[in-house]
């Protein structure tokens, strides 16, 4: 497998994904305001939106979208156990990586961390952080995980959360929130590809500044 990733984006949930999967992948950095890969090769031709993930699977198709391609990763590495395996489980886990792809990263953090998007559309964004943050905190003050147990759903969320501070969102008022997060961001995996991608992004920060 190869994954095209930047640095902290929401790429991120599937190197997570792979990580406690013990799964072996090529990792392919894209620079996320070039949109070329560290070769220098074109991502608008690899992914004609641009965007990361996008997963190059083990028989050459290439997948994008963060609800395909951690679902897919689910699947190919089943005894990870990333994917609930009950039916009404899985219809869960959908319901979640919905919620986190559309209410959350596009519907908040995306136009909150747009440096191009105007006063108005972040005030607008900003409004609607609290109903969906809300949504989150009455599930997580009665489960420890989205689902039955820890999934790929939990690597998107955690990575989405990882921005709130750069975003101005401040977690405090749902505490439930607050402690699910530090609790994902202490297993293994977790803490493994934060701390590795956190050091890329840091080193795409200073080439951008030095090209500057």
């Known amino acids: 497998m190869e994954l095209y990733f930047s640095p ?29 890969t560290r070769d220098g090769a074109d991502y608008w031709q690899i992914n004609p939106m641009g965007q990361v993930p996008a997963l190059r ?10 609800a395909a391609v951690l ?3 689910g699947e190919a590495f089943p005894a990870a156990a990333l994917l609930p395996a009950d039916a009404a489980g899985r219809d869960a886990l959908r319901q979640w990586l919905g919620f986190i792809g559309t209410e959350l990263h596009k519907a908040v953090f995306v136009p909150l961390l747009d440096p191009h998007a ?11 952080a609290a ?15 989205l689902v ?16 709130a501070p ?22 293994p995996a977790i803490s493994r590809a934060i701390g590795e991608e956190f050091e ?13």
């Open 8 to 36: 902290m984006a929401c790429s991120l949930a599937t190197r997570i994904a792979l990580y406690e999967a013990g799964a072996a992948a090529r990792f392919i950095e894209v620079d996320s305001a070039s949109k070329r």
């Open 57 to 66: 699977t083990e028989d050459g198709r290439l997948l994008t979208e963060n």
């Open 118 to 128: 105007v006063a108005e559309v972040k005030a607008y964004a900003s409004e609607k």
């Open 131 to 145: 109903l969906r943050l809300s949504v989150l905190e009455r599930h997580l003050e009665a489960h420890d995980h």
């Open 200 to 212: 890329l992004y840091k080193q795409e920060q200073a080439r951008r500044k030095k090209a500057a």
């Open 148 to 163: 039955s147990a820890f999934s790929v759903a939990d690597a998107y969320l955690t990575a989405v959360l990882n921005w």
């Open 71 to 73: 679902q897919h990763v």
């Open 166 to 187: 750069y975003a101005g969102v401040d977690l405090a008022p749902w505490p439930a929130l607050t402690n699910y997060h530090r609790r994902m961001t202490r297993r």
